[in-house]
């Protein structure tokens, strides 16, 4: 039985948790120790107590009415020699390139910490506050935000402890699903585009349904479990629409650490660019996206004894710098925009030059990756990235590191010129490039 012996508490908008505990050391935790490997989690609480604006959907007429679940930014600190790395998932849709480059100035001179070795990501939720727009109110959330982001990497630095790397997955059923349908008429169609009551009658093909887990075992503090699974953000439904939340991460965290004292949960975006939490494309209801957050859980609990040891402890990092052709597809046609938010995204695809930068990072930690895509990724590209992998697992998170809109894939994108292909910024054949590219990158690392 684990020993905690430090908790720390702080309310709404202040220090979230950081708590500690102590267990039996395996054998895997004390080789740990004799090579140097440490980790910790630092987790800040970002609601705000007064109203703001809602990021996803029209935000300007999406006022935040009260709070369904507490939002939170998490930092988890990896340290082996004198490297240290960290891992951020934020509750937040995006986060774009103007906002992310001075977050990680700040960070990294309130913790010494290089920029280069600060990873971002967003949940995606789609109930969080509008950190990339401009609204009443929003200059002094964005200075509330900062701190306690900055907060979160020096907490988790003060909680680092000798640990054990353990790593694996498990598929889910029922909880993650393509957006694309076939419609009974012969149609696709979906929850962005489609036709109105026509019956779907299956999905277009299937979703990467794995929830991926790597836990850091620390034999005198809590556990660490991080948690990647690609799904939107977006099953509250009408009764909720105003209020914050996490969506389905704040039950899934929830309900492991209810049930699992001795452990603290990270909630990583997978590859979801295409995946939606359910088949339905009916309104969510609040009880369907907390039963939905809970079999995740579930489901993570379940498997907890089936991850493996994973070897080494070296940290590896790659930053590189890519040119892909920039999506000029169709500029003249806008019969599938049929609203001001869609003829924005055709205006900046017009304005695009021919090719654009995009940056890929990644990080090893023995023999495990992690890698943080920009813009919303396919589930094809991420399965991808896992499957053709050097390394014994690749951990997939995305919607961070400066970018937003979608990485449309061939099949199941510009295949059916969906929404996802009609905004995205990027031509088609370059998803299925960078895959590539993300894979060649960590062949490089372990090289």
């Excluded at 001001?340 to 017009?350: D, G, L, P, S």
């Excluded at 021919?354 to 813009?375: E, I, K, Q, S």
Aim: hydrophobic share 40%; net charge negative; charged share 20%.
């Amino acid at each position: 039985m684990k020993k905690i012996f430090c908790v720390f508490l702080a309310c709404v908008m202040l220090l979230g948790v950081c708590a500690c505990g102590g267990n039996q050391s395996s054998p895997e935790t004390t080789a740990a120790q004799e090579v140097g490997l440490q980790v910790g989690i630092g987790r800040t609480n970002i609601t705000p107590d007064y109203s703001v604006a809602l990021q996803g959907g029209n935000y300007k007429n999406r006022m935040s009415q009260g709070v369904l679940d507490a939002l939170y930014a998490t930092c988890i600190a990896i340290k082996s020699g004198e490297e240290i790395v960290l891992l951020y998932t934020i509750d937040v849709k995006l986060m774009t390139g103007s906002f992310v480059a001075p977050m990680k100035k700040l960070i990294s001179a309130k913790t010494g910490v290089p920029e280069n070795n600060i990873f971002l990501s967003a949940t995606h939720t789609h109930s969080g506050p509008a950190v990339r727009y401009s609204w009443d109110g929003s200059d002094r959330y964005l200075r509330e935000f900062n701190d306690y982001v900055v907060g979160a990497a020096e907490v988790a630095i003060r909680d680092l402890a000798p640990a054990a790397m353990f790593a694996g997955g498990v598929m889910t059923e029922g909880l993650a699903y393509v957006r694309h349908y076939y419609l009974l008429d012969g149609s696709i169609g979906g929850p962005n585009f489609g036709k109105d009551g026509v019956p779907r009658q299956s999905h277009v093909r299937d979703a990467d349904a794995e929830l991926q887990m790597v836990k850091f075992e620390r034999a005198d503090k809590k556990d660490i479990l991080m948690l990647g699974f690609g799904a939107h953000c977006t099953m509250n439904g009408k009764e909720t629409d105003l209020m914050l939340s996490a969506d389905y991460p704040a039950p899934t965290r929830e309900y492991i650490e209810n049930n699992n004292s001795d452990m603290l949960v990270a909630f990583f975006q997978g590859a979801s660019g295409d995946q939606v939490p359910s088949s339905s494309v009916d309104e969510k209801s609040t009880t369907e996206y907390r039963q939905h957050g809970q079999k995740l859980a579930q489901y993570a609990l379940d498997a907890l004894p089936t991850l493996k040891a994973v070897e080494g402890d070296g940290i590896g990092f790659a930053n590189q710098t890519m040119t892909y052709a920039t999506n000029k597809k169709d500029l003249d046609k806008t019969d599938n925009f049929n609203g001001r938010f869609e003829q924005k995204w055709i205006q900046t695809r017009k304005s695009l030059p021919p090719t654009r930068d995009m940056v890929l990072r990644a990080v090893t930690v023995g023999n495990l990756g992690f890698v943080f895509a920009p813009y919303e990724m396919f589930g094809e590209q991420g399965r991808y990235i896992k499957d053709n992998s050097p390394l014994d697992m690749t951990f997939i998170a995305t919607c961070g590191e400066g970018d937003n809109s979608y990485l449309a894939a061939s099949k199941g994108g510009f295949e059916y010129n969906s929404y996802e292909a009609q905004v995205c910024f990027y031509a088609e054949g370059v998803a299925e490039q960078a895959a590539k590219d993300f894979v060649d990158i960590l062949t490089l690392i372990r090289k």
